[in-house]
């Protein structure tokens, strides 16, 4: 879908990845930038003073003029290259004006967040073509502050699933990326997915860490008892796809196959982002979480028809 003249909406771009599975949708950076500081961020080398998250320039009056160029109904991604809860969201709640305007266009919303702070807008979201995407990489309030050391820890992240859920909002748990040696052993990811299960999420939709230089360089400084092992894994042993290094499949497939059995034991929804395995995703399931978006948009118009029939 060719639309001319958005200037901060943006058609989903999977980054020339051959794996990307996700549905045609557009997305909404409301901040330029992420205090979250991620070791193993996918963006942080691509824009300028990533680590100072700031608003864009006039965001609500550009989107409003963008939403009224597309047509409703569509799928609107907030955000795929930054946090849209980075730190000061809760100050500025550019966010929050911007879901209120995304919904009262007509379109579908998805959440993609590491933070507690979109509970904040639950009154929003609850009765809305919306979902909400909350990774977790670790359940380890200690392990997550060395590597996601500005987002909240993992414990206010489940509380996070736990609220939204109550309130009827659904949650896909992101355990993505998982990391050799760091986040990848089988009984801390079974409890994870069980807390989360527990919490209330939906789905869970997994990935393996996809390195490129400058984060395998991050993650060596942090922990450099790994740093030669990774390298190894990453550079020597594993394979290049789409400007990323990989792991052998076969170890990939390891991980992937022991996430989705817990979660299939939990009854919860699977998926993998960008691991070449779609046919171990739960049929008719996206990957990112947005299935339930439409399910809710198709229960909302159906409720409003009904109204509007009603004596
Ligand atoms: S939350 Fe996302 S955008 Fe922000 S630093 Fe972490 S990986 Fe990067």
């Known amino acids: 879908m060719q639309i001319k003249g958005l200037t ?7 980054w020339n ?11 909404l950076n409301p901040y330029t930038g992420c205090a979250h500081g991620c070791l193993y961020c996918y963006a942080r080398s691509y824009i300028k003073d990533f680590d100072h998250p700031r608003p864009k320039k006039d965001l609500i009056g550009r989107l409003i003029k963008d939403l009224r160029k597309l047509p409703e109904g569509l799928l609107i991604s907030m955000s795929e290259s930054s946090d849209p809860y980075t730190p000061p969201e809760k100050v500025l709640r550019i966010t929050r004006e911007a879901i209120k305007q995304v919904l009262n266009h007509g379109m579908r919303l998805l959440i993609v967040t590491k933070s507690d702070l979109v509970t904040r807008d639950t009154d929003l979201l609850k009765d809305a073509p919306a979902s909400v995407s909350i990774t977790i990489t670790t359940l380890s309030d200690s392990l997550a502050k060395k590597i996601e050391p500005g987002a909240p820890s993992p414990t206010r992240r489940l509380q996070a699933i736990k609220e939204l859920s109550q309130e009827g909002i659904p949650v896909t748990v992101r355990v993505d990326p998982i990391i050799p040696e760091l986040n990848d052993s089988s009984e801390e990811l079974i409890e994870l997915i069980d807390a989360v299960a527990e919490a209330g ?8 860490y996809k390195a490129r230089w400058d984060s395998l360089k991050r993650l060596g400084n942090a922990f450099p008892e790994l740093r030669e092992k990774l390298y190894r894994m990453y550079v020597n042993e594993g394979i290049k ?5 990989y792991l052998q499949a076969k170890r990939r497939l390891n991980y992937i196959m022991m996430v989705r059995e817990e979660a299939m034991k939990k009854g919860l929804a699977f998926a ?7 046919q171990l995703h739960t049929p008719g399931i996206y990957c990112d979480g947005s299935t339930y978006s439409y399910l809710r948009k198709t229960l909302y ?7 509007v029939k009603e004596p």
């Open 17 to 27: 990845s051959p794996l990307c599975t996700c549905p045609h949708k557009f997305t």
């Open 8 to 14: 901060v909406i943006r058609e989903f771009d999977p």
């Open 301 to 307: 118009s159906s409720r409003q028809s009904k109204l």
């Open 272 to 278: 993998t982002c960008r691991e070449g395995f779609p």
């Open 201 to 208: 999420a939906q789905q869970i939709t997994t990935s393996t």
């Open 241 to 245: 796809v789409g400007g990323y290094f």
